[in-house]
């Protein structure tokens, strides 16, 4: 063991022990100094503290906090360095003009340094963190600017984790009816119609993001039609879902509409024509499997050109109303009821047990259509003649079975109208016209 007298090999010279201070200090990342407490002037500084603020590590010394840092920099800390020399400890985060004119953005670390309870300096820990203060600052303004469209926009967004939401705009909440306390932690599906949810999970399932259409439902049991589009969008290290949903119920009400207009008259709002034999055809395919009876009715109004001679056209569009609701309340709601046009209408009975089916509901269908309507305070009435054909017996398409009804209605408008006649085939001997009773049940 080496005597008090003799050098120590472990311990270095006093100028190498500086310089091995001044190497570490320098080479650190931070802004390090050290300041007296009484006289506040530097005692010490790496080189990375000392440019920091337009100085050399030699020519700061012995320079005051106030004078190290410029006055504009003293005005903003100077509470600060009076609670350290009170001897707290102190940290703080602010924005600061470097003698180039560059704004940075840095974390201070003050802390007292007492020599037997006596404070006599002060360390000074700087970290520069002006890229981390630009990227938080850079993620704050883009959540802002989500923020702000998405209470901007109409369309409902919703960002979820694995399908678990996990925020929502306004636009969304006011969509579903539930508050956003009500919707974070949910499950999207909660929010879908079963009739959806196998096609909503394969969507986010498969991190899909080109539009589709689904629906979703508010929480009074509205079911809401919509256009979804998702984007995976990188989140913390990880992905998380945005939905983007557009209430396409407006859309949806003028396709149905378009798409009934097409297949129904306007004026009745009854099947027409295309409609009636895109029906009758897939009835009698049914009835050809099942080996069922299906008879079609052909309905003519008689003297309704006369209505509209003498009242108008107005009283013929009354009448002809009228005659469509009646004719649709005197048969099943299987069957079909279409207007051909003009005062013609066609039925179609499904499922019958025999001819004698048709020529209840046939008489049933001319005492209702005969009760007069009252219009304009005015009386007016009108007698069917109805013709009648029969699946299989007297065709096998909807034009033969058509062609033929019609055929037999105009057997009972030479017979002397307000009547009923089955179909007779060429060479057949003509039977009486409504030997059927109304009313019998069928």
């Given at each position: 063991?080496?005597?008090?007298?003799m050098p120590?090999?472990?311990?270095?010279?006093?100028?190498?022990?500086e310089?091995?201070?001044?190497?570490?200090?320098d080479?650190?990342?931070?802004l390090?100094?050290y300041y007296?407490?009484?006289?506040?002037?530097?005692?010490?500084?790496?080189?990375?503290?000392?440019?920091?603020?337009g100085?050399?590590?030699?020519t700061?010394?012995?320079?005051?906090?106030?004078?190290?840092?410029?006055?504009?920099?003293w005005k903003?800390?100077?509470?600060?360095?009076?609670?350290?020399?009170?001897?707290?400890t102190v940290?703080y985060?602010r924005?600061?003009?470097?003698?180039?004119?560059?704004?940075?953005?840095?974390?201070?670390?003050?802390i007292?340094?007492f020599?037997?309870?006596?404070?006599?300096?002060?360390?000074?820990l700087i970290?520069?963190?002006?890229?981390?203060?630009?990227?938080?600052?850079?993620i704050?303004?883009?959540?802002e600017?989500?923020?702000?469209?998405?209470?901007?926009t109409?369309?409902?967004?919703?960002?979820?984790n694995?399908?678990?939401?996990?925020?929502?705009?306004?636009?969304?909440q006011r969509?579903?009816?539930?508050?956003?306390?009500?919707?974070?932690?949910?499950r999207?599906?909660?929010?879908?119609p079963?009739?959806?949810?196998q096609?909503?999970?394969?969507y986010m399932?498969?991190?899909?993001?080109?539009p589709y259409e689904?629906?979703?439902m508010?929480?009074?049991?509205?079911?809401?039609?919509?256009?979804v589009?998702?984007?995976?969008?990188?989140?913390?290290g990880?992905?998380?879902?945005l939905?983007?949903?557009?209430?396409?119920?407006?859309?949806?009400?003028?396709?149905?509409?378009?798409?009934?207009?097409?297949?129904?008259?306007?004026?009745?709002?009854?099947p027409?024509?295309?409609?009636l034999?895109?029906?009758?055809?897939?009835?009698?395919?049914?009835a050809?499997?099942?080996e069922?009876?299906?008879?079609t009715?052909?309905?003519?109004?008689?003297?309704?050109?006369?209505?509209n001679?003498?009242m108008g056209?107005?009283?013929?569009?009354?009448?002809?109303?009228e005659?469509?609701?009646r004719?649709?309340?005197?048969?099943?709601?299987?069957?079909?009821?279409?207007?051909?046009?003009?005062?013609e209408?066609?039925i179609v009975?499904?499922d019958?047990?025999n001819?004698?089916?048709?020529?209840?509901v046939?008489?049933?269908?001319i005492?209702?259509v005969?009760?007069?309507?009252?219009?304009?305070?005015?009386?007016v009435?009108?007698?069917?003649?109805?013709?009648?054909?029969?699946f299989?017996?007297?065709?096998e398409?909807?034009?033969d079975l058509?062609?033929r009804?019609?055929?037999?209605?105009?057997?009972?408008?030479?017979?002397?109208?307000?009547?009923?006649?089955?179909?007779?085939?060429p060479g057949?001997?003509?039977?009486?016209?409504?030997q059927?009773?109304?009313?019998?049940?069928?």
């Amino acid at each position: 063991m080496p005597s008090a007298d003799m050098p120590n090999p472990d311990k270095p010279p006093l100028s190498q022990s500086e310089s091995l201070l001044r190497l570490i200090a320098d080479s650190v990342p931070a802004l390090i100094a050290y300041y007296q407490t009484g006289t506040l002037k530097c005692q010490f500084a790496n080189r990375r503290y000392a440019e920091y603020n337009g100085w050399t590590p030699q020519t700061i010394l012995g320079k005051t906090v106030r004078e190290a840092i410029g006055e504009p920099a003293w005005k903003v800390i100077e509470p600060q360095v009076k609670l350290v020399v009170a001897g707290e400890t102190v940290k703080y985060v602010r924005e600061q003009a470097l003698p180039n004119g560059e704004q940075r953005v840095i974390e201070v670390n003050l802390i007292p340094h007492f020599d037997d309870r006596t404070q006599v300096g002060a360390f000074v820990l700087i970290n520069d963190i002006t890229a981390q203060w630009q990227a938080e600052r850079a993620i704050r303004d883009s959540e802002e600017r989500m923020r702000k469209l998405a209470e901007a926009t109409t369309e409902g967004i919703v960002f979820h984790n694995q399908g678990v939401v996990t925020d929502a705009n306004e636009a969304m909440q006011r969509m579903l009816g539930y508050s956003l306390d009500e919707l974070v932690g949910r499950r999207i599906l909660d929010f879908v119609p079963e009739t959806w949810r196998q096609t909503v999970s394969d969507y986010m399932a498969g991190g899909r993001e080109e539009p589709y259409e689904a629906a979703v439902m508010h929480r009074v049991g509205q079911v809401i039609p919509v256009e979804v589009v998702g984007k995976t969008l990188p989140f913390a290290g990880g992905t998380y879902r945005l939905a983007v949903l557009r209430d396409i119920s407006a859309r949806k009400a003028a396709q149905e509409r378009i798409e009934f207009m097409a297949l129904h008259d306007n004026l009745t709002q009854l099947p027409n024509r295309l409609y009636l034999m895109e029906r009758l055809e897939s009835i009698l395919a049914m009835a050809r499997r099942r080996e069922a009876t299906v008879a079609t009715l052909f309905v003519d109004l008689d003297n309704f050109k006369l209505v509209n001679d003498t009242m108008g056209h107005h009283a013929g569009d009354v009448l002809l109303r009228e005659v469509a609701r009646r004719l649709k309340l005197a048969v099943r709601e299987a069957d079909v009821v279409a207007r051909l046009g003009g005062d013609e209408f066609l039925i179609v009975l499904t499922d019958i047990a025999n001819h004698d089916d048709a020529g209840v509901v046939a008489a049933n269908l001319i005492e209702a259509v005969s009760v007069p309507v009252m219009i304009d305070g005015q009386a007016v009435s009108v007698s069917p003649s109805v013709g009648i054909s029969v699946f299989p017996d007297d065709g096998e398409t909807a034009d033969d079975l058509i062609r033929r009804a019609d055929a037999a209605m105009y057997r009972v408008k030479n017979c002397g109208r307000s009547n009923f006649q089955f179909f007779l085939p060429p060479g057949a001997l003509p039977g009486s016209l409504g030997q059927v009773a109304p009313n019998t049940q069928r």
